[in-house]
């Protein structure tokens, strides 16, 4: 057989059959659901009289629009838990297993599918939302999906795609001390650009990429979709594997051992061939900040706000115009003089327990500054807040004037009530700086957790690596 | 879905770069549990000039009178032509909503994200691909004709300009078929049940540790 890359292999062993044009009918071995995309899919199956195909193959949870406050007191909108409450309603009709609002192990669903061992290598994994991607960290082809398609894998357990192309993202060196892999990402992503990976399935490899914790290849893979791309790559090593040993949904005794063997080979072969290679080195990356309205507006905690006079694309620079004038930014600022009002940490890129420890490490002994006038920390999960707690970074996080919630999506795109009000500007850990995302008229900078917990006792953005 | 086999009218142009899904349809509209009714939020944070949130009476809310489709020449805009990356950012199949229940059938762009290029192909809303100087020369023919009109025609894979000018563009064989047709893709796969079932009997061989039951 030819040499396959791991694309290849994940997509090779998952086709059910092919159209004449290319269209394959792919097996989704995992299906995450969550209350925004789902009630329009259980409508529709419900409307045909249709059932699901596997129902134990799919897990559900509320987080998009979840109280990140006291969560006895329920949800106070009543849109929002409507949506939630339909959730709950729609698992107990179908079957489902969910996690409910007030389950310990509820919490962002990118965050619990690993950590429930929920997502193994060598599957697919779907979910209606483009952060699916995070998946990938674990050798699994993993990508969002919209609504119908909910639908079609509910009623099916398959989904018709074409195959993509063969990128692969080569990262040399050693990351600096306190640059991380949303460091790494975001500069992917500053040098490709947002449409880079459109088209192509990125398979992130390297020595840099060895050397990452899997916490930190889960915020890699989820903005492989940042970068175009749907999905996101790393192959399988010890490090995979470590984690998701004795994880409730992993398998166990005999049938471990016999699935390890089998992830051993979730690699790319050595001689196979990619449509893209693009090779950086990791070396002498500093900590990045966005400073526009797109994750592709980014620079080096060291530099300054583009000037949009320089750009010769007249589209480009007509974008850059925009931007600045949304940010409220001159040209030519630094970015050390830029004043966040309020700081979020967490989202499904930065909510796990080692992004916690990274935040706090920065934190501890110190005060959020006096300009914030809202610094928060929403772990990724129950388990993930219940662990911190263990560790005694509540306390921390709490003693410097943080506020310690409970977990969901919360201000990543402020569906709940967390949200910016318009002109206020936020050191957030999320994944989009998009116009008003984080609230109409809210400005987003994105940053890793270290480099937003500094920004919330400093006042402003500050480089870690120097402090 | 609603079929698409050829669509005239009103062009309207938004000559910008990465339009992403939460500009397309911002989140508060998300918490719907329903298909329809996203018309009058498509655009929304750009179309109107206070902050609008779902449940309200979207008519009285006052329009922003520089954002194209507010103005009284687009007010039938069925096709729309745009900047590179369209759609880029959430999976939200709302997006691709919005725009069929707006009216809009058409988006021609020099490229598109992923996601919202199937979610718009599995809603009746065709996403068209042309080179970037032909988008640019299309933008400047709508700013500078009044009433400017294309002929979008798929079974021909074609755009026809007033000038009788044609512009080819590509579409799967498949999903062009679905689209004329307004084919339900579940029905279609249902009627490969046994080669699925097959496939799953096959894996569970092969590898059992992927059908635990949650």
């Given at each position: 057989?030819?040499?396959e ?13 092919e ?5 394959a009918?792919l ?22 009289g249709?059932?699901?195909w ?5 897990l559900?949870?509320a987080?998009?629009n ?32 969910e ?7 509820q ?6 599918g690993?950590?429930?061992g ?10 209606g939302?483009?952060h699916?991607?995070?998946?990938g ?14 639908e079609?894998?509910l ?11 063969n990128?692969r ?9 306190r ?6 990402i ?10 880079g ?7 992130f490899a ?8 899997m ?7 989820n903005?492989a ?16 594997i ?7 949904f ?48 980014v ?5 300054h ?9 007249p589209?480009r620079?007509?974008?850059y115009?925009?931007?600045?004038e ?6 030519g ?30 934190v ?8 914030i ?17 263990e ?6 996080f ?10 969901g ?8 009530a967390?949200r ?7 050191a957030?850990?999320?994944?989009r ?18 480099m937003a917990a ?6 402003h953005f500050?480089?870690?690596?120097e402090? | ?17 990465n339009?992403?899904t939460?500009?397309i ?18 655009f ?6 206070d ?9 009285k809310?006052?329009l ?14 069925r ?15 709302h ?23 199937g ?16 988008v ?19 079974p021909?894979?074609r755009?026809?300009?007033p000038d ?22 579940i029905d279609?796969t249902?009627?490969?049940a ?7 009997t096959?894996?569970?061989e092969?590898?059992?540790w992927?059908f635990?039951?949650?």
């Amino acid at each position: 057989m030819s040499a396959e890359t791991l694309y290849d292999k994940l997509w090779n062993s998952h086709v059910v059959r092919e159209e004449e044009d290319g269209t394959a009918l792919l097996y989704i071995d995992r299906h995450l659901v969550h209350e925004v995309t789902s009630p329009q899919a259980f409508e529709g199956l419900q409307k045909n009289g249709r059932g699901l195909w596997r129902t134990a193959t799919n897990l559900a949870v509320a987080d998009h629009n979840v109280p990140t406050t006291d969560r006895a007191a329920g949800i106070s909108d009543p849109i929002s838990k409507l949506q939630v409450d339909t959730l709950d309603n729609n698992c107990a009709v179908f079957g489902v297993t969910e996690f409910d609002m007030l389950d310990p192990r509820q919490g962002i669903v990118h965050v619990i599918g690993p950590e429930q061992g929920a997502t193994l290598p060598g599957m697919t994994v779907v979910c209606g939302d483009s952060h699916t991607s995070t998946h990938g960290a674990l050798a699994a082809l993993a990508f969002g999906i919209g609504t119908s398609d909910v639908e079609h894998v509910l009623a099916t357990q398959c989904i018709l795609q074409r195959k993509a192309r063969n990128m692969r993202i080569n990262i040399t060196g050693k990351l600096p001390e306190r640059v991380t892999g949303k460091d790494l990402i975001l500069a992917i992503i500053g040098q490709i650009g947002t449409a880079g990976g459109t088209g192509h399935a990125i398979e992130f490899a390297g020595p840099a990429i060895r050397a990452l914790s899997m916490e930190e290849r889960m915020s890699v893979c989820n903005m492989a979709i940042e970068a175009g791309a749907r999905s996101g790559l790393i192959a399988a090593d010890d490090t995979t594997i470590d984690y998701l040993k004795g994880r409730p949904f992993a398998p166990s005794g005999e049938l471990w051992d016999r699935a390890v063997e089998n992830w051993r080979t979730l690699t790319s072969d050595d001689d196979a061939k990619f449509d893209v290679e693009i090779e950086m080195d990791a070396t002498n990356l500093k900590p990045q900040v966005t400073w526009g309205t797109s994750p592709e507006m980014v620079v080096s905690v060291d530099g300054h706000v583009p000037d949009a006079d320089t750009i010769d694309d007249p589209a480009r620079r007509d974008g850059y115009r925009r931007a600045l004038e949304y940010m409220g930014l001159e040209a030519g600022t630094s970015i050390f003089d830029i004043s966040p009002d309020k700081v979020f940490i967490g989202s499904c890129t930065n909510s796990r327990i080692e992004d916690l420890r990274a935040a706090a490490a920065i934190v501890d002994g110190h005060k959020v500054a006096s300009g914030i006038s809202l610094a928060m920390v929403v772990p990724g999960s129950g388990l993930v807040k219940k662990q911190a707690e263990e560790e005694g970074l509540d306390k921390i996080f709490i003693d410097a004037g943080f506020s310690w919630r409970e977990p969901g999506c919360s201000m990543c795109l402020a569906m709940n009530a967390d949200r910016l009000e318009a002109g206020e500007r936020c050191a957030s850990t999320s994944n989009r700086n998009f116009e008003g995302r984080q609230g109409h008229g809210g400005r987003t900078h994105l940053v890793s957790p270290a480099m937003a917990a500094a920004a919330a006792v400093h006042g402003h953005f500050v480089d870690i690596t120097e402090i | 879905m609603e079929h698409l086999e050829n669509v005239t009218g009103i062009v309207a142009a938004l000559d910008r770069s990465n339009i992403d899904t939460d500009a397309i349809i911002p989140k508060q509209y998300l918490k719907s549990i329903r298909k329809f009714g996203f018309g009058e939020n498509l655009f929304d944070a750009w179309r109107y000039l206070d902050h609008g949130e779902p449940g309200q009476d979207h008519s009285k809310r006052p329009l922003n009178p520089d954002f194209v489709l507010n103005q009284a020449r687009y007010r039938d805009t069925r096709i729309l032509l745009a900047g590179d990356n369209f759609g880029c950012g959430s999976s939200r199949e709302h997006a691709a909503w919005a725009f069929r229940d707006y009216g809009i059938r058409v988006i021609i762009a020099p490229s598109f994200a992923d996601i919202f290029n199937g979610n718009a192909l599995k809603n009746g809303l065709l996403p068209v691909v042309l080179d970037e100087t032909t988008v640019a020369r299309l933008i400047k023919s709508v700013e500078e004709n009044e009433g400017y009109i294309l002929t979008i025609d798929l079974p021909s894979q074609r755009v026809i300009t007033p000038d009788g000018e044609v512009f080819n563009f590509e579409i799967d064989a498949f999903r062009k078929h679905c689209l004329i047709n307004g084919l339900d893709d579940i029905d279609m796969t249902l009627t490969h049940a046994d080669e699925i079932h097959a496939y799953e009997t096959r894996r569970r061989e092969e590898a059992p540790w992927l059908f635990t039951d949650l």
